[in-house]
């Protein structure tokens, strides 16, 4: 016979804080012990799961739900009717409300609970534990597994509209859970608003300002997203993203950082712009806070240059740190506002240097594109001496052919009309010319230095 004691230390191994991952081997054996008298040992094992979800160990939790699991689908009707209970779901419930556990613990016992859910949902009598999930998604949107991003669909011109009308009510209502809760808070600072900050004419300022609704500017992440596409913005859980125009049917187009880019809707959720009386409410309790900067100096200097041993049994230091201390939670929200406000400011520095950049250089694309178009000027000087000058070589070889001619002429008529011969004259001294000497002749040179190849030959005519 199995005892208690052996349940709980069974389940006091399979949850040990010693475990940095499931050993799936515990938590059988615990199934195997509750198995054998699951009206009985179920419930010893429903108690130790119990005292082990108590514990401030993020191990010994994560182990627990793990074999919370394992339980549900290995030791039939039972086990399950006791997991489903309103007893133990309330204790579920307890734990992702609490303030100290941890928000990774809190992410895997909604998986687990939406786990049981999908295991429940054919059995009615379990129906405790759709009921806890369903309370998890309305009261602790955040706490739930990312949503799958939505396929990017275009839209045309009446259904883009639409979608418009439908995505501005899906924002007001979203925004109308926010406004109630700020009400209380404005009738309260209405009155010191109303007594403080007036015009020049004595009248209220936010009286005189119509009242004008909230208009989504920016949005707040809720998940992470990495970009798998170079047009997608990537960010972390709390990132602000201003945002510039809707792209797609779930997609938006936003700022972050200096980059541009596109986002779900589905991983955001979006921040009312603050109203006149915000504004106002705001602005007087930072003045009120920047006037006791006298009062933080003064304490500086009183511990800077005290040489008491015992500086706490000074009353004037005393007082000073009484009246100082609850300027703390103002201060550190201050800090966060204005360091949000620089980080605006050095994106849209970036965004701005990007636009210049990307228009200078379209810039310069556009004058190196008309500067090829445009055909190089032309000399008409220098075109009028180039002609002139091929004019005058033209002329020259013309004459020169004309020469050549002329010549060719002359020559060709000395061969045919051969000289007579000569009569010895006695009277004349000289050489005796014979009818051979013209044969011999050398040929009439060409102006070009070369014989003549077309002379005329007796002989062969």
């Known amino acids: 016979m199995v005892s208690k004691r052996k349940i709980e230390n069974a389940v006091k191994t399979a949850t040990a804080g010693e475990l940095r991952a499931d050993n799936w081997q515990y938590h059988l054996d615990v199934c195997d012990l509750v198995r054998d008298d699951p009206e009985e040992l179920g419930k010893y094992a429903m108690e130790a799961i119990e005292e082990r979800l108590k514990q401030n160990d993020a191990n010994v939790i994560?182990?627990?739900?793990?074999?919370?699991t394992c339980l549900a689908g290995n030791c039939g009707s039972r086990l399950q009717q006791a997991i489903a209970s309103k007893h133990f779901t309330g204790i579920l419930y307890n734990l992702?409300?609490?303030?100290?556990?941890?928000?990774?613990?809190?992410?895997?016992?909604?998986?687990?609970?939406?786990?049981?859910?999908?295991?429940?949902?054919?059995?009615?009598?379990?129906?405790?534990?759709?009921?806890?999930?369903?309370?998890?998604?309305?009261?602790?949107?955040?706490?739930?597994?990312?949503p799958s991003v939505p396929q990017k669909k275009d839209m045309d011109r009446y259904s883009k509209?639409?979608?418009?009308?439908?995505?501005?009510?899906?924002?007001?209502?979203?925004?109308?859970?926010?406004?109630?809760?700020?009400?209380?808070q404005r009738s309260r600072t209405e009155n010191v608003a109303h007594s403080q900050i007036e015009d020049s004419s004595g009248s209220p300022l936010h009286l005189q300002q119509a009242h004008q609704p909230n208009?989504?500017?920016?949005?707040?992440?809720?998940?992470?997203?990495?970009?798998s596409e170079p047009e997608e913005l990537s960010f972390v859980k709390g990132d602000i993203i201003t945002v510039i125009e809707q792209v797609y049917r779930d997609w938006w187009r936003g700022s972050l950082r200096g980059k541009v880019g596109i986002f779900p809707l589905n991983y955001v959720t979006p921040i009312s712009a603050p109203s006149s009386e915000e504004l106002a409410t705001e602005a007087i309790e930072e003045q009120a806070v920047l006037r006791q900067k006298p009062k933080v100096d003064k304490l500086l200097q009183?511990?800077?240059?005290?040489?008491?041993?015992?500086?706490?049994?000074?009353?004037?230091?005393?007082?000073?740190?009484?009246?100082?201390?609850?300027?703390?939670?103002?201060?550190?929200?201050?800090?966060?506002?204005?360091?949000?406000?620089?980080?605006?400011?050095?994106?849209?520095?970036?965004?701005?240097?990007?636009?210049?950049?990307?228009?200078?250089r379209m810039l310069d694309e556009a004058a190196n594109g008309f500067a090829n178009t445009v055909p190089p000027k032309i000399n008409q000087k220098q075109q009028y001496y180039d002609r002139m000058e091929h004019l005058s070589l033209s002329e020259d070889k013309s004459y020169a052919q004309q020469q050549h001619s002329l010549q060719n002429m002359a020559y060709s008529s000395i061969?045919?009309?051969?000289?007579?011969?000569?009569?010895?004259?006695?009277q004349q001294p000289g050489p005796q010319c014979s009818d051979s000497s013209t044969q011999n002749r050398p040929p009439f040179p060409t102006p070009d230095g070369y014989p003549n190849q077309y002379q005329y030959d007796p002989e062969k005519n």
């Open 62 to 68: 994560l182990r627990t739900l793990s074999l919370i």
């Open 96 to 146: 992702t409300q609490s303030k100290y556990i941890h928000m990774t613990v809190k992410q895997e016992l909604i998986k687990v609970v939406e786990q049981l859910t999908d295991s429940f949902k054919h059995d009615p009598s379990l129906k405790a534990m759709a009921d806890l999930n369903s309370t998890i998604s309305r009261k602790f949107p955040y706490l739930m597994n990312d």
């Open 161 to 184: 509209a639409a979608e418009e009308e439908e995505l501005e009510r899906a924002l007001k209502q979203s925004l109308l859970e926010y406004e109630q809760q700020q009400e209380l």
């Open 215 to 227: 208009q989504v500017r920016k949005v707040r992440a809720v998940y992470d997203l990495k970009a």
């Open 302 to 360: 009183s511990l800077k240059h005290s040489h008491d041993t015992d500086i706490t049994q000074n009353q004037e230091v005393n007082e000073l740190y009484s009246e100082v201390t609850p300027l703390r939670p103002k201060i550190t929200k201050m800090l966060g506002k204005y360091a949000q406000k620089k980080d605006d400011l050095i994106s849209l520095r970036e965004v701005l240097a990007n636009a210049e950049s990307t228009y200078n």
């Open 415 to 426: 061969n045919y009309f051969p000289s007579r011969p000569k009569v010895n004259n006695p």
